[in-house]
Nanobody, 124 residues
Framework: QVRLVESGGGSVQAGGSLRLSCAASGYTFSDDCWGWFRQAPGKEREGVGFRDSVRRTTYADSVRGRFTIAKDKAKNILYLQMNSLKPEDTAMYYC??????????????????RGQGTQVTVSS
């Protein structure tokens, strides 16, 4: 059974950094794509960034240049490095995985596998 577990969330002041991790287990490495999403209270879940099967990454306009997605293939962990954090980045952050080349056009609920989330709070 595929399992995704996020960690690394917390509270930080504006301008600070956090690195989120998404540990994956229960499957053999294959061509797959990944996404990071976030959901703030009262708002829709939105895509933050995506990584396709050939390691190309795309980002939402709101985070481009501040957030970076990386993957440790040996450890099977997906990371989201978040720098220059802003109060509007406050949200629950989720990772997701699907067995296809590119999932940047998928809605968050179309991903085959999704984690339970980790909370990020940025204070001004």
């Amino acid at each position: 059974q595929v399992r995704l577990v996020e960690s690394g969330g917390g509270s930080v002041q504006a301008g600070g950094s956090l690195r989120l991790s998404c540990a994956a287990s229960g499957y053999t490495f294959s061509d797959d794509c990944w996404g990071w999403f976030r959901q703030a209270p009262g708002k829709e879940r939105e895509g933050v960034g995506f990584r396709d099967s050939v390691r190309r990454t795309t980002y939402a306009d709101s985070v481009r240049g501040r957030f970076t997605i990386a993957k440790d293939k040996a450890k099977n962990i997906l990371y989201l490095q978040m720098n220059s954090l802003k109060p509007e980045d406050t949200a629950m952050y989720y990772c997701a995985r699907d067995d296809r080349h590119d999932c940047s056009r998928l809605s968050p609920y179309e991903f085959r596998y999704r984690g339970q989330g980790t909370q990020v709070t940025v204070s001004s």
